[in-house]
């Protein structure tokens, strides 16, 4: 079973380009998760949605973050314009409603930088 | 403060050796609890749950403590497959959120 996919794997971009970051859920997963992780700040949630509907996106850090989910196998986290201080890795996660134990599956990443 | 705090390490450790992760974690309405092992540029994964009674998977025990809002993972007869960051989880009330420490990273030596 295939997991978490996320596209590309690794993105270098200059200052002020839109970048675009893909991500497939495991099928059957109700929950989708995008995260951001760098040394200073860890691993932090930026948006999550529940069948399809973004339900928290407190974590987004700023308007020029986007992330949409047109659909249960597939979801986007566009930043526009880029900025070398966006250079991180991006996860996508994926789970069930509930599981015992609850777990999020995640993706491999994107390694993004900004120059 | 943060939610979830961890030393960050290195520990450096001999093979064999038993190695202790401590967390502490600032909600007290918190309601779930995990380890997630990431290994060098790798996904985060799931190592284990964490249950007020204690639990013990193989080598690995974790321990919760509620009313000290702490939570601890110990690692027996340390193996050098072991090295790698170990990332303390909360789960919330509401929602399927996670937040994560931000990690602990284990080196075992030959």
């Known amino acids: 079973d295939a997991g978490v996919i996320q596209s590309p794997r690794h993105e270098v971009t200059e200052m002020g380009q839109e970048v675009t970051l893909r991500c497939k859920p495991i099928s059957g997963h109700d929950y989708l998760f995008w995260y951001r992780q760098t040394m200073m700040r860890g691993l932090e949630l930026l948006i999550y949605f529940n069948n399809n509907v973004p339900i928290d996106d407190s974590g987004m850090p700023e308007d020029r973050f986007s992330a949409k989910m047109p659909n249960a196998s597939f979801s986007t986290l566009k930043i526009q314009p880029s900025e070398p201080r966006d250079s991180a890795v991006y996860f996508c996660?994926?789970?069930?409603?509930?599981?015992?134990?609850?777990?999020?599956?995640f993706g491999p990443g994107t390694r993004l930088t900004v120059t | 403060r943060k939610e979830v705090e961890q030393d960050p390490g290195p520990f450096n450790v001999p093979e064999g050796a038993t190695v202790a992760f401590n967390c502490t974690y600032s909600?007290?309405?918190?309601?779930?609890f995990f380890w997630y092992r990431q290994d060098c540029r790798k996904e985060p994964k799931l190592l284990m749950s964490?249950?007020?009674s204690g639990n013990e998977d193989g080598r690995f025990t974790a321990q919760l403590n509620r009313a000290s809002q702490y939570i601890s993972l110990l690692i027996r007869d340390s193996k050098l497959s072991d090295s790698a960051t170990y990332l303390c989880v909360v789960k919330g009330v509401s929602g399927n959120m996670l937040t994560f420490g931000g990690g602990t990273r284990l080196m075992v030596k030959p």
């Open positions: 996660a994926s789970s069930l409603v509930f599981t015992d134990p609850y777990e999020q599956y």
């Open positions: 909600n007290s309405a918190s309601q779930s």
């Open positions: 964490v249950y007020s």
